[in-house]
């Protein structure tokens, strides 16, 4: 992430972990956030901000880059969909009529 890094510390977010395209940080109250880089030709994504639905992770913000943007979004303690369909799979569950 590079000087991306000094701009989300100049914005009042910390780095607390990171793995490819995915960082995840916190502010200054200690609310954590995950932030997603996206390519900058991805610039038309700003409508993101306007989504409000609690079935919808909240985007907080964007932060320009020299050659990308990074979309700040609300942090979801229990990993996102991709991640319990795997673990859906690996025990061979589905999902209960509920959960979906």
Do not use: R, W
């Not at 038309?44 to 943007?69: A, M, R, T, Y």
């Not at 979309?71 to 025990?91: N, P, R, S, T, Y």
């Amino acid at each position: 992430m590079g000087n991306s890094l000094s701009t989300l510390n100049e914005l009042g977010y910390s780095l607390v972990s990171e793995e490819k395209n995915k960082i995840l940080v916190k502010n200054e109250g200690g609310d954590k956030f995950v932030i997603k880089k996206l390519s900058a030709n991805q610039d038309n994504s700003k409508f993101l901000l306007h989504l409000n639905h609690p079935h919808i992770v909240q985007h907080k913000e964007f932060i320009e880059g020299s050659d990308c943007l990074y979309l700040v979004l609300e942090h979801c303690e229990g990993g996102d969909l991709a991640q319990k369909i795997k673990k859906k799979k690996k025990g061979n569950a589905t999902f209960s009529e509920n959960e979906v």
